[in-house]
């Protein structure tokens, strides 16, 4: 965590850098490792980042032809990328002087790296360039839609509640997106 040092006052945490990003990327890091001994460390960072790239432009591609009505609805997504206290404080500001191109592109690699870091690298390469936009379109409808899922099952107080709801979560969006494709 990055702190702010306020005179007179301490240490005051000022921004939170998600530690769910470092472990996404070492976990996947070290399961394509294993999955490939014989490619270098490196070499598979290497191929995570160009997966990620390749990915955050098929989702800005497919970002690009939206209407107005529907880019506002793709600001909520920003609170995922900008420090708590960024959004809290100042979002209506930001999203009226942030430049579309910005906001884009900022939704469009969080979505990637999510895609990636989940789903891994053998999944992200057997998509082909010319569906790859809609799948990130459909994944990004699905994480939402499997998140409510996962919360009503949570809630319902059936045996095994905690359990289903894990289990949706851990693979659900990828089990809906392709069963939409």
């Known amino acids: 965590m990055c702190v702010r040092v306020a005179p007179g006052r ?3 945490p000022y921004l939170h850098i998600s530690p769910y990003i470092s472990r996404s990327e070492a976990q996947l890091l070290f399961a394509e490792a294993r999955k490939n001994p014989d490619v270098s460390m490196p070499q598979l960072s290497e191929s995570i980042s160009r997966a ?9 591609s497919q970002f690009e032809g939206f209407a107005p009505e529907q880019k506002g609805r793709l600001w909520p997504l920003t609170r995922e990328h900008l420090p708590a206290p960024l959004f809290d404080g100042y979002a209506s500001r930001i999203a009226a002087r942030l430049p579309w191109e910005y906001t884009k592109n900022m939704i469009a690699s969080s ?13 992200v390469d057997g998509l082909p360039d010319a569906t790859l936009p809609q799948v990130c379109l459909r994944y990004m409808q699905e994480e939402k839609r499997v998140r409510e899922l996962a919360e009503e099952v949570g809630a319902s107080g059936m045996e095994n509640a905690d359990q289903m709801k894990e289990l949706l979560l851990q693979g659900g969006v990828r089990a809906a997106v392709e069963r939409g494709l």
């Open 111 to 123: 979505l990637a790296s999510r895609i990636v870091y989940r789903e891994g690298l053998q999944y």
């Open 10 to 12: 301490g240490r005051t």
């Open 52 to 60: 990620i790239l390749r990915v955050s432009d098929a989702a800005a």
